[in-house]
């Protein structure tokens, strides 16, 4: 099966030069990957990758990079963090008709960030739809999603101190 991503990662100054880094992407088995340079210090990698599942194709992505970029800082997994005009341009609907789903059932999926624009887990919004029925959702995109939000949760993980770790585990299972 085919799955479709992207990794976002922040460069150390010392990997700033744009054709070393492809050598050594390719070279680490990321030549499945469109790559954008467009922001300093910062790369962005679409991968289009073969693999038996969404969670086997991120992860071996995320091992690849680190064998070619070991300074770099993953940033984030996409798609993941997404707003209502995002989850109804991927359903193919008016980012009205998203909204009115939103409002108008108290199931809805609580955003992770809800300020001037609210911000939601691509897979929970996905299982939500699922739950809820009548839209046709494409699976390999469902599966990615829930993976780059694994990843990205993990991601958060790592970054609390180890006491606040325990102390936050324990208030949230």
Not at 110 to 123: K, R, T
């Amino acid at each position: 099966m085919e799955y479709t991503f992207t990794l976002k990662y922040q460069l150390c100054a010392s990997d700033c030069d744009h054709d070393r880094l492809l050598e050594r992407l390719g070279a680490a088995g990321c030549d499945d990957a469109l790559v954008g340079v467009g922001q300093v210090r910062r790369i962005a990698l679409a991968f289009t990758r073969e693999s038996a599942s969404a969670e086997t194709a991120v992860l071996s992505a995320l091992a690849d990079v680190k064998r070619a970029i070991p300074g770099a800082s993953l940033i984030e997994a996409t798609p993941d963090f997404v707003g209502l005009t995002d989850v109804a341009e991927l359903l193919g609907v008016s980012r009205q008709n998203m909204r009115k789903l939103m409002v108008n059932n108290a199931s809805f999926p609580v955003p992770i960030h809800d300020g001037n624009v609210a911000i939601w887990h691509l897979a929970d919004v996905f299982a939500w739809l699922a739950w809820k029925g009548g839209y046709q959702l494409e699976q390999t995109m469902v599966a990615v999603a829930g993976a780059a939000k694994q990843v990205n949760l993990a991601k958060g993980v790592g970054q609390l101190a180890p006491e606040m770790r325990r102390e936050a585990q324990a208030l949230f299972t």
